[in-house]
Every structure is written in C-alpha cells, then in structure tokens.
C-alpha cells in the first residue's frame, strides 16, 4: 500500500527566507516520488522527481529536495523565497506502473513581502 | 503552456446529466490520466490509458468511465451527475509510464447545479 503525507496544509515565509515543505510517504515498492506546484487557477507543473536514481534531486526555480529512506521523507527546500513562489504544492508518489497514483494534500505556501 | 489541452474550459450542467471532457496529450505522448480536484476530496487520481489500452485505475466511480483513441487523445464521461461531481478535472500526459513525467493540462472545471 502507498500513502503520502504533508505535514503542513499552510507554511508562511518571508521572501529572501529558507522554505521547507514537508512530506512523508509510504510504499511496498521503490517509488518514484514528484513534487508538483500549482499556481491559482492553473494546470500542475512539475518542480522535480525521484527515481532512485541520486537521492538529492534538482528541480526547477530552485527548488530541490532529498530522498531520505531511513526517514521515508521527501521535503522539498528552496535557500530563497520569491513573491512567485506563492503557491499550492503537492508531493506525489507513484508505484511501478503508474498504479495507484497518490496525491498528498498540498501545502499552501505564502510568501511575504 | 504544457502542450497538454483540454476542453471545454467551463462546463455547468444539472444533476443527472452526462457530459463528456476531452483531453489531447502532448505530442508523443503515449499515456494519459485523468485526475479529480475537489476541496474535499484533494487531488485524486481516476484512470491511465497507453496507447489506447486501460492501464491503472484508482478511485474512478462507475458512473464515469474513459477512452483512449487512435490519435491518441481521451475522452472522460461522466453520467448520472451528482452535485458531489463539481470538480477540476485534470488530463495529464506522459511517454509512457509511472517515473516519466507528466505534463498536466489546464483542467475542466465542472459545476453540477
């Protein structure tokens, strides 16, 4: 069984700040694991994804994030928020085969002026 | 802009009705996903097709279903529609499987009065 968990529903930064996102997860198999962001009104953009390949992975604006097994997290980290990065965003896990797609419950994050 | 497109943007319908969501995946891509948002429910995942062929199914009811068609691009009908049913319904694409990315579209947003 697969199951992803957010920690935090909202996180409020100032921009120029550290942000952390944090997310747990749970899989029988390796998982490939996402982060998605979504902006108001928008469609989802992937920042970056895990599959097993090196455990600190890259994404886009920035943002990275590090698989840790002995803790099954994912955290997404960014060292610099910017007022664009105001947004919904979503860790994933996914199963081989595309089985059984899970969605984790998304964080808002605000950023502050 | 994903190359993923979907249509109609809006779509506002009466309890009972059916209605029918369409989907065109990025050029290459050979998979498609559909996937429910609502407030309560989040983000959940409801059906892949490969190349045409059913390939994972998560919490899709049996009032919906989906196709995939030669060109490629799908259809999610939904019938029998509940006010529970409003919802963004979200048409991803990929190149084939779970750790490949997906490219998501800009969503149809239900309103079932």
């Known amino acids: 069984a697969q199951s992803v968990t957010q920690l935090d529903s909202h996180v409020s930064v100032s921009e120029g700040t550290p942000v952390l996102l944090r997310c747990n997860y749970s899989?029988?198999?390796?998982?490939?694991l996402f982060w998605y962001v979504q902006h108001p009104n928008k469609g989802l953009q992937l920042l970056l994804k895990?599959?097993?390949?090196?455990?600190l992975v890259k994404g886009i604006n920035g943002f990275e994030a590090e698989f840790k097994k002995s803790e099954t997290s994912f955290h997404l980290t960014k060292p610099s928020a910017h007022m664009s990065d105001a947004a919904e965003y979503f860790c994933?896990?996914?199963?081989?085969?595309?089985?059984?797609?899970?969605f984790g419950a998304g964080t808002r994050l605000f950023v502050k002026a | 802009d994903s190359g993923v497109t979907q249509t109609p943007k809006h779509l506002i319908t009466a309890t009972g009705q059916r209605v029918t969501l369409r989907c065109s995946p990025r050029?290459?891509?050979?998979?498609v996903y559909w996937y429910q948002q609502s407030l309560d429910q989040g983000l959940q995942f409801l059906i892949q097709?490969?190349?045409?062929?059913?390939?994972a199914k998560g919490n899709i009811l049996e009032r919906f279903s989906a196709q995939q068609f030669p060109d490629l691009h799908s259809e999610l009908n939904l019938s029998s529609l509940e006010l529970g049913d409003s919802a963004l319904y979200f048409c991803?694409?990929?190149?084939?499987?779970?750790?490949?990315?997906?490219?998501f579209g800009p969503g149809t947003r239900l309103t079932v009065t």
């Open positions: 991803a694409s990929s190149v084939v499987g779970s750790s490949d990315e997906q490219y």
């Open positions: 899989s029988s198999y390796s998982p490939s």
């Open positions: 895990y599959t097993s390949a090196a455990t």
């Open positions: 994933v896990v996914r199963g081989p085969g595309g089985f059984k797609t899970i």
């Open positions: 050029s290459g891509d050979l998979s």
């Open positions: 097709y490969y190349n045409g062929e059913e390939r």
